[in-house]
């Protein structure tokens, strides 16, 4: 027993230092995850704090396998690692609010309960379940989508929720096929398909950023920006 107990921490070291290094290694596919998971999620949000959880942990590990060389100085040779990372920070920028207002509810409950421990215990239980709700509410589509399919439904008679429906599927046809070159990509990297890669990943990161708020904008007009910088000197 004891032991075990002393090797404990170099196992669990060791663990970790694999599951990096494996992380590292498919950093590229957790991002493919986290879009095929967040299509899914927009016919059942139940599954958003999921796609939100893979798109901050793609966003994280690309972070950090790029570093500060494969980063700056921006020039077009590495348009691709900004481009990438823009495109996980939108799809976790869901999850940021949702745990901010989560914090905010909790701490709000927790201070109306009685005692340090219920109130914690209140106060953990209510963050959690307010940003739980809050990620799963998201409008997963982008309004460049979301808006021009509203407005035809309306001059056409057709019902609220049958416009939706097809919003929701074009969105997540969209998404699907602005993903592909990535997938294909990380399967196996050739120039065509890292070129299709930033194309798909600089279209897609453009149409979801518009409408999404001051960050969404800012990636949406970065990503058009980087895309024909990279095309001038590629």
């Known amino acids: 027993m004891g032991k075990a107990l002393a090797d404990l921490p170099g196992e669990v070291g060791k663990l970790l230092s694999d599951l990096g290094d494996w992380i590292k290694s498919h950093t590229d596919w957790i991002t ?49 690692n900004w481009l990438t990372l823009g495109g996980d920070a939108l799809g976790m920028v869901p999850g940021v609010g949702a745990a901010k207002s989560g914090i905010t509810a909790g701490f709000e409950a927790g201070r109306g309960a009685e005692g340090l421990v219920a109130g914690t215990r209140v106060g953990l239980k209510t963050a959690g379940v307010t940003a739980k709700n809050i990620m799963k509410a998201a409008d997963p589509v982008s309004a460049v989508i979301d808006r021009p399919v509203m407005a035809v439904a309306t001059k056409l008679g057709v019902s609220r929720g049958t416009a939706l429906t097809v919003t929701e599927g074009v969105q997540a046809a969209a998404t699907l096929a602005w993903t592909a070159p990535t997938a294909f990509n990380a399967y196996q990297t050739t120039p065509g398909r890292y070129d299709a890669a930033t194309w798909g990943t600089g279209v897609g990161n453009a149409t979801m950023g518009t409408g999404g708020g001051k960050f969404g904008g800012l990636v949406a007009v970065g990503s058009a920006i980087g895309l024909g910088a990279w095309e001038l000197t590629d």
């Open 32 to 80: 493919v995850a986290a879009s095929v998971v967040g299509v899914i999620a927009i016919f059942c949000p139940a599954l958003a704090p999921l796609a939100i959880g893979l798109s901050a942990l793609a966003f994280f590990a690309h972070a950090a396998s790029y570093g500060v060389d494969g980063l700056w100085p921006p020039t077009g040779g590495n348009i691709g």
